[in-house]
């Protein structure tokens, strides 16, 4: 069984189920949770869209990068970060070094367009082409997701529910997953 105040970090893609699954996770083994990206909009008060809109990318980016920082320094917490957090490589060495346990959360474009179709707030899905668009983040992201993280688990057809209790099943006992899994 993990320690009981290490930290969950979830990474990636849009529409993996970071943060439907994280908070029912840190529900689940009573860990407090927090969203890199409700943080940043709590803080500025304004929504990702208008950041990415008033300060592009590269803006949206340093703030996230502050954000992960602070939020990787708490302890007992369920951290769910945004899709892109592995596109900078500051990110990935927080990543890396923190002695929490980051979880990708694996999924297909083909399920990311299903559960993003009526989605507004992400301002790389706005407009046409967004099966293009995911699956050259796919491309460029998925080994970073791979690099960062301790252990994956693909969603595919899984509830969130049923996600957050296979990783909180696997939390609790990570051998006794494996022997199950064989
Ligand atoms: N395993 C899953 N099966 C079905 N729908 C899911 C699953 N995980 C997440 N969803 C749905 O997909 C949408 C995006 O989920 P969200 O948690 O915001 O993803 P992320 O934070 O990784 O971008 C939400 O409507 C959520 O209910
Ligand atoms: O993939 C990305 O670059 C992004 C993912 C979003 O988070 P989710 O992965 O929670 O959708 C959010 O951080 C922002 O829209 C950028
Ligand atoms: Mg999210």
Excluded: W
Excluded at 142 to 152: F, K, W
């Amino acid at each position: 069984m993990t320690n009981n105040s290490q930290n969950i970090i979830l990474v990636g893609p849009m529409g993996a189920g970071k943060t439907t699954v994280g908070k029912q996770i840190a529900n689940q083994l009573k860990k407090r949770f927090v969203d890199v990206d409700h943080e940043l909009e709590k803080r500025t008060g304004v929504s990702i869209n208008l950041i990415f809109e008033i300060e592009k990318e590269a803006g949206f980016r340093a703030r996230e990068t502050a954000m992960l920082a602070e939020l990787l320094s708490c302890e007992n917490t369920v951290i769910a970060t945004g899709g892109g957090i592995i596109t900078n490589e500051q990110n990935r060495e927080l990543l890396k070094q923190t002695e929490g346990l980051v979880i990708y959360l694996k999924t297909e474009v083909k399920h990311q367009l299903k559960r993003l179709r009526r989605d507004k707030q992400r301002p790389l899905l706005q407009g046409e082409g967004r099966r293009e668009r995911l699956l050259n983040l796919a491309r460029a992201r998925n080994p970073l997701y791979e690099q960062v993280s301790d252990v994956a688990f693909p969603s595919g057809r899984t509830s969130s529910y049923g996600m957050a209790r296979k990783i909180v099943a696997y939390l609790k006992d990570p051998e006794k997953l494996k022997k199950n899994l064989k």
